[in-house]
């Protein structure tokens, strides 16, 4: 099937097109000091008619039943991706929400080649934390940075990430390594992501 430019997409925004709708599916998160855990992602991109997406993100940890016989088998992990609100996982408690937005830096930096765009994210999180990561998209692909972490007095150290984007076989796979807590860049969380709504 043909990708087709959502109705009323900014021009500056046309790189990050490929992004724009809702999507779920399943991830892990491990840190030192964090147990593995999985969890359930919903990310939505949209957009108002400006130069930007606006981005929406939460994530729920699995909760295991205490029947291992009840454990997810694969079609049902398969249905978290694409069935809603009342899926399995996605009344387990949220690990973390986020929401922000996307935009084309105006000027392209000599070093980027014509096939790929300057990108900017701005996110803010409950938590305490404002971010803004800096990279390039195209081919779909994100490469992001981060250029600035503020956070306020109550917040956990975070000292610098970078996430990682791409388009793999229709899915929206993404990496997210953090430097937080005193340690050094490490994977924090990673997922697959099915699209659920255009």
């Not at 993100?57 to 009840?70: E, N």
């Not at 991706?81 to 392209?108: C, M, N």
């Not at 692909?141 to 150290?157: G, K, N, P, V, W």
Request: proline share 8%; hydrophobic share 45%.
């Amino acid at each position: 099937m043909p990708f087709a430019l959502p109705d009323g997409l900014a021009p500056e925004a046309y790189p990050l097109a490929w992004l724009v709708g809702r999507w779920r599916g399943e991830g892990v998160v491990s840190y030192p000091g964090i147990e593995e855990a999985a969890f359930v992602q919903d990310v939505r991109f949209d957009h108002d008619g400006g130069p930007y997406l606006r981005y929406t993100s939460t994530i729920r940890l699995v909760v295991v039943p205490d029947d291992p016989a009840a454990l997810l088998d694969e079609a049902a992990r398969e249905a978290v991706a694409v069935e809603g609100e009342d899926a399995p996982g996605a009344d387990g408690p949220v690990w973390a929400t986020e929401s922000g937005f996307w935009r084309i830096a105006p000027e392209r930096p000599p070093e980027l080649g014509d096939d790929r765009y300057p990108v900017e994210l701005l996110l803010a999180d409950p938590a305490g934390h404002l971010s803004l990561y800096l990279g390039a998209v195209g081919n779909g692909r994100i490469d992001l940075a981060s250029d600035l972490i503020a956070s306020t007095s109550t917040a956990a150290q975070v000292g610098a990430g970078t996430r990682l984007y791409g388009l793999v076989q229709g899915d929206l796979m993404w990496a997210w390594d953090l430097a937080a807590f005193g340690q050094p860049l490490q994977s924090y969380a990673s997922a697959r992501l099915v699209r659920v709504e255009a």
